[in-house]
């Protein structure tokens, strides 16, 4: 194979590897930042049932005042009936005492159930709360595998780089040049396999007298179509047939 066409070839394939590390690298910045979702996510459901305790706690602290108001009046009544000089009026003030009493229930019954609706608040807190800690947890551990990853990635991404520095050394500067004005046009990919008559990447058929060029792997070919400088896979030839036996 020419030495420059197989140098393309390997720094074709360099090139990519950089570009999948590149991604890599670029990909961290947008998990880290799914992963602050998360927590924001986790830490609002806290804060939703903790502003629902404050106002559960609003809400008995209101039923309390409400119910301390209407039991101090019944105890006006209690005593202002001992003070009634008619039946008519001491029929009044039991209706009074009546609708006081009445009230009193409506609160007990009130509290009740903000009584209850606190128990279900505790355990929806208790719940959110494992949640959270669960997930700073999680995405702590997730974290430094993104880490891991960027650093693995940028080491892998300088060796790389440090190989394609030699792979260029090796090249003539007219085959760089083809290479880094292709590969500009498209992509970065500047380099093509050649098979059954066809560019495997724009999949234009090639003119006979240029497949059979391309196939010698002698020189630098390049796709009519899409410019991309191709090369030629040899088909295996077929293994030796078993012997039958005796």
Known sequence: MDADLQHLIHLQQLDLAAERDRRRIADI???????????????????????????????????????????????????????????????????????????????????????????????????????????????????????????????????VMAERATVTSQLSREALALFERVAHGRKGLAVAEARDGLCTVCHVRLRPQVFNDVRRNDGLYQCESCTRILYYVPTAAPGPAPQAGP
């Not at 799914?34 to 008995?60: G, I, T």
């Not at 039923?63 to 209407?70: E, H, S």
């Not at 000089?85 to 009445?102: D, I, L, R, S, W």
């Not at 409506?106 to 128990?119: F, G, P, S, V, Y």
């Open 29 to 159: 910045p947008v998990a880290r930042q799914s992963l602050d979702d998360r927590l924001v996510a986790a830490s609002a459901a806290v804060d939703a049932v903790k502003e629902r305790v404050a106002a559960n706690q609003a809400a008995r602290r209101e039923i309390d005042k409400d119910l301390a108001a209407v039991q101090g009046r019944l105890s006006k009544f209690k005593n202002q009936l001992m003070e009634v000089k008619t039946n008519k009026e001491y029929q009044a003030m039991q209706k009074e005492m009546g609708v006081a009493e009445a009230e009193i229930s409506a609160q007990e019954t009130r509290m009740l159930e903000r009584m209850e609706e606190a128990d279900i608040i505790a355990r929806d807190q208790k719940a959110a709360d494992a949640a959270l800690k669960a997930e700073q947890a999680a995405v702590a551990a997730e974290r430094a595998k993104l880490d891991q990853d960027r650093v693995a990635a940028e080491r892998d991404l300088e060796t």
